[in-house]
């Protein structure tokens, strides 16, 4: 009954931007962490980057000063506005939410995933 849904993945060039998009819907009572998280191929899923309920964030070491993470309380969407990408950031990204739902304890969702890939 709970889905996020992601958008905005896509290829660029180094030094570029990309905007990512995750939307919670569903029967939900709050939600309380947001975050994203990547993987690439042969290395673990990382969180990249999370925001509290309150607008408290918190950041990877490498995508400080480069990535910034947001969220409208109104719509249940969090964002992750990503500048001077490098071809190390290629990963899917992916979409988690710490939220309660109506009937059910707090539990984490995850969104589909989206692509991101950095090359020249």
């Known amino acids: 009954q709970v889905q996020l849904v992601e958008s905005g993945g896509g290829l660029v060039q180094p030094g570029g931007s990309l905007r990512l998009s995750c939307a919670a819907s569903?029967?939900?009572?709050?939600?309380?962490?947001m975050g994203w998280y990547r993987q690439s191929p042969g290395k673990e899923r990382e969180l990249v980057a999370i925001?509290?309920?309150?607008?408290?964030?918190n950041y990877e070491e490498s995508v400080k000063g480069r990535f910034t993470i947001s969220r409208d309380n109104a719509k249940n969407t969090v964002y992750l506005q990503m500048n001077s990408l490098k071809p190390e950031d290629t990963a899917v990204y992916y979409c988690?939410?710490?939220?309660?739902?109506?009937?059910?304890?707090?539990?984490?969702?995850w969104g589909q995933g989206t692509q991101v890939t950095v090359y020249s």
């Open positions: 988690n939410g710490r939220l309660t739902a109506y009937g059910s304890v707090q539990s984490s969702y």
């Open positions: 569903g029967r939900i009572v709050s939600i309380n962490v």
């Open positions: 925001i509290t309920s309150g607008g408290s964030t």
